[in-house]
C-alpha cells in the first residue's frame, strides 16, 4: 500500500520534542512539494526550487507549527488557546483548535486581513476580536493575556511553533538529497526564518546533511525592520501577511542571517506583486502576495549579480493565493469576453 503521510509529528517525531505518550495532532499538515522552477531558474542563472507551503491543511505553513504547539497545548491541558495574526496564524489556530477541541480567540487587526483568512477563523469557529491596531498591538495584547490569564499563547514566541516549522527544512533535505546552497523566504514575525535555520542545523548535525544554506530572507520596503535594524512604527505593505514593525523572534533571525552568511533585504510592493504574477503565469504556482516576497527578494538579487551561477537555491512560497483573491485581482483587467450561447460567437471571440 502506497504511504500515507502521517503530518509533520509523526514523520518527523524522532526530531521533535515529544513524548511516547504525548498525543499528535495532525490534519495532514507538511508533505508538501518541492517544485522545480524552470522560467525562474533561466531568469537568475541558477538552480530554483519552490517550496509550496500553501499546499497544507489551511493553505499556510502556519499549520506545521500549529500542529506541535496545539499539541502541547492539549497534552498540557489547556483549554483556551490565543494568537495574535495577520491572517494566516488564526487561521491555522482556528483549525488545529477545533480538531483538539479547544476554544481559540484570535486578535486580528481591524480592516487588514485577507478575507478568506478572515473567513477560515469564523468557519472554524474561532472567537474573532478585531483589534483598532497593529499586528505588534495584538500580539503584546496576546503576550499579556497569556501571562495573566490561564489560556495558552500559540504565537511563534511560543517555542513548539518553531519546533514543528524548522520540519520544512528537513523536508527540503530530504526532497533534495542536500541542503541548498541558498535558503530564501519572506520575513515578517521571523519565525520561519529562525525554524528553517534550527531545522537546518539540526540535519547537518545529526549528520543527514554535510552542510547549511545561505538564509536570504526578504520584508516589504515600508515593513522592513530588519533592514532598518530598529522596530517600524507604522508598517505599510499591500502584502498584509507581513505587515509587522516589531518581529518577535528578532535575535533568533539575526542569528540565522549573520551565522549563516545570508541576508535580510527590502523588496517594494511593486515588485512583489509582479513576482506574485510571475510565479502564477510562469511558474504555475498561485500564492499570496507576502509569499510572492522572496521570488521577489531573488529577481532582485538576480539583478544585482549576486546569485550565485548554478547555485541550488530554494524558495518557500508560504500561503496559498486563494486565501487574497482581492489583491491579485485588482492587477488584472477583468472586462469579460460575454458572447451568445453560440458556437460561431466562441470561435470569432478566440479569434478562429
Ligand atoms: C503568508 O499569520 O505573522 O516571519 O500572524 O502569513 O514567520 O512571521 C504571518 C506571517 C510569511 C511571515 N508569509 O512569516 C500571522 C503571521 C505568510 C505569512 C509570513 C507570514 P514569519
Not at 496545539?70 to 495574535?84: E, F, I, P, Q, R
Not at 538576480?302 to 524558495?315: F, K, M, N, Q, S
Request: glycine share 10%; hydrophobic share 45%.
Amino acid at each position: 500500500m502506497a504511504h500515507q503521510w502521517r503530518g509533520v509529528l509523526a514523520e518527523y517525531r524522532d526530531h521533535l520534542p515529544f513524548s511516547d505518550t504525548d498525543a499528535l495532532l495532525s490534519l495532514g499538515e507538511g508533505g508538501t512539494p518541492l517544485v522545480p522552477a524552470p522560467a525562474l531558474s533561466s531568469a537568475v542563472g541558477a538552480d530554483v526550487h519552490i517550496k509550496v507551503e500553501g499546499q497544507n491543511p489551511t493553505g499556510s505553513f502556519k499549520d506545521r507549527g500549529m500542529a506541535s504547539a496545539m499539541s502541547k497545548a492539549l497534552n498540557d491541558g489547556a483549554s483556551t488557546v490565543v494568537c495574535a495574526s495577520t491572517g494566516n496564524t488564526s487561521a491555522s489556530a482556528a483549525a488545529y483548535a477545533a480538531t483538539a477541541g479547544l476554544t481559540c480567540v484570535v486578535l486580528l487587526p481591524q480592516g487588514k486581513i485577507a478575507a478568506g483568512k478572515l473567513a477560515q477563523a469564523v468557519v472554524h469557529g474561532a472567537k474573532l476580536v478585531q483589534v483598532e491596531g497593529n499586528f505588534d498591538d495584538c500580539l503584546e495584547i496576546a503576550r499579556k493575556l497569556h501571562a495573566e490569564h490561564p489560556v495558552e499563547l500559540v504565537n511563534s514566541v511560543n517555542p513548539h511553533r518553531l519546533q514543528g516549522q524548522k520540519t520544512a527544512a528537513f523536508e527540503v533535505c530530504d526532497a533534495l538529497g542536500r541542503a541548498p546552497d541558498i535558503h530564501i523566504l519572506p520575513v515578517g514575525n521571523a519565525g520561519n526564518i529562525s525554524a528553517y535555520w534550527m531545522g537546518y542545523q539540526e540535519y547537518r548535525d545529526a549528520g543527514v546533511t554535510a552542510q547549511l544554506p545561505a538564509m536570504w530572507g526578504f520584508q516589504a520596503e515600508r515593513a522592513a525592520p530588519f533592514v532598518a535594524g530598529r522596530p517600524i512604527p507604522d508598517p505599510e505593505t499591500v502584502a498584509t501577511a507581513i505587515r509587522i514593525g516589531a518581529p518577535a523572534s528578532w535575535n533568533l533571525a539575526v542569528a540565522a542571517r549573520d551565522d549563516s552568511g545570508g541576508l535580510i533585504d527590502a523588496v517594494s510592493d511593486e515588485q512583489i506583486l509582479d513576482a506574485q504574477k510571475r510565479l502564477a503565469a510562469d511558474v504555475g504556482i498561485f500564492v499570496e502576495p507576502a509569499s510572492a516576497a522572496g521570488v521577489a527578494g531573488l529577481l532582485q538579487q538576480a539583478g544585482h549579480g549576486r546569485v550565485p551561477e548554478d547555485a541550488t537555491i530554494t524558495v518557500t512560497v508560504t500561503g496559498n493565493g486563494l486565501k487574497d483573491i482581492d489583491t491579485a485581482l485588482s492587477q488584472h483587467d477583468l472586462t469579460p469576453t460575454v458572447i451568445e450561447a453560440d458556437i460561431a460567437a466562441a470561435a470569432q471571440a478566440m479569434g478562429l
